[in-house]
């Protein structure tokens, strides 16, 4: 039998949470480069308002939301960051901080038909999209709590949802094709 003072102390790791990361670098020079068909709705988004796919389906139209649309809570690309370097200077500021969920987002939820106003709105662009039936298993409404993050790590998600859409916007004109696009 072994006494607990026998092994070495756990080392920190605060486990960062996180649902829907958007947007792109403010200077339109690093962005998500989806491979195929993408699976998110920004991407898919981004590709309709570029005329590289005809319209984006929104899976469900009658949920109880104020729109009928699914809500997700989305969050920045360089909120998400700024959150990782907060964690890790957490760990390095205080070693006996064990193993912590800490939720990163905004705390708040956008709809489906929000997100696509929002990048009409960023990009000048219609996005053409039809209504299907719901998915199976889909959530209602999904966004982060974040009180933690804000208390322990001092952090909190600073850009919007527009400029989300206004900074992949800026990556998707400057590279339609993703890193594929010719130089």
């Keep these: 039998s072994t006494h607990p003072s026998d092994h070495p102390p756990q080392p920190s790791r ?34 309709v308002a570029l005329g590289q796919r005809d319209f984006l ?7 109880p939301t104020p729109d009928g649309t699914a809500i997700r809570d989305y ?15 957490k760990v390095v500021g205080t070693p006996d901080y064990g193993c912590q969920e800490i939720n990163l987002g905004t705390g708040k939820g956008s709809s489906v038909l929000e997100m696509v106003k929002a990048f009409e709105e960023a990009s000048g662009k219609k996005v053409e999209y039809k209504v ?49 696009t010719p130089q």
Excluded at 14 to 39: C, D, K, Q, T
Excluded at 161 to 169: E, G, I, T, Y
């Design 75 to 89: 969050i920045h690309v360089m909120d998400l960051a700024e959150g990782h370097v907060a964690a890790v200077a």
């Design 14 to 47: 605060p486990v960062r949470r996180y649902f829907n990361p958007v947007g792109a670098h403010p200077s339109g020079n690093l962005g998500e480069h989806p491979v195929g068909i993408p699976n998110n709705l920004m991407p898919y988004i981004q590709q």
């Design 132 to 180: 299907l039936e719901r998915r199976a298993g889909d959530s209602i409404a999904v966004w982060a709590g974040t009180e933690k993050a804000e208390k322990e790590l001092g952090w909190k998600a600073k850009y919007s949802v527009l400029d989300m859409c206004k900074h992949q916007w800026a990556w998707a004109t400057k590279y339609p094709q993703g890193y594929d």
């Design 57 to 63: 389906r929104v899976w469900g139209g009658d949920y």
